[in-house]
């Protein structure tokens, strides 16, 4: 039986490894060692999506909030430098 830590060794995660995913799927997540050091996450795969978009969204959001627009329009400032196309410069493929 695997301990409630949630740290393995990578011998005992090679060992146990059915045992392991299954509490995955249950909702469990796992850092597995080697020689006492973290070298990887076992998480469910929803469980790592879900993790990196909170990740993204918080630090979107962090961002956001150190800059302020001061009323001036987002497309103004995306527009701004962008070249000036020609529609004759166009070709279709």
Do not use: C
Not at 13 to 29: N, P
Not at 63 to 88: C, I, K, W
């Amino acid at each position: 039986m695997i301990p409630s830590s949630n740290l393995v060794s990578d011998f005992e995660a090679k060992t146990k490894l059915g045992e392991l995913l299954e509490r995955v799927r249950l909702g469990d997540s796992f850092t597995i060692t080697k020689h006492d050091r973290p070298i990887t996450r076992l998480v469910g795969y929803d469980n790592a999506m879900e993790e990196r978009r909170q990740a993204a969204t918080a630090a979107l959001r962090n961002l956001r909030s150190q800059y302020q627009l001061h009323g001036v329009d987002p497309r103004v400032l995306r527009d701004e430098g962008r070249p000036a196309v020609e529609l004759n410069t166009l070709r279709t493929i």
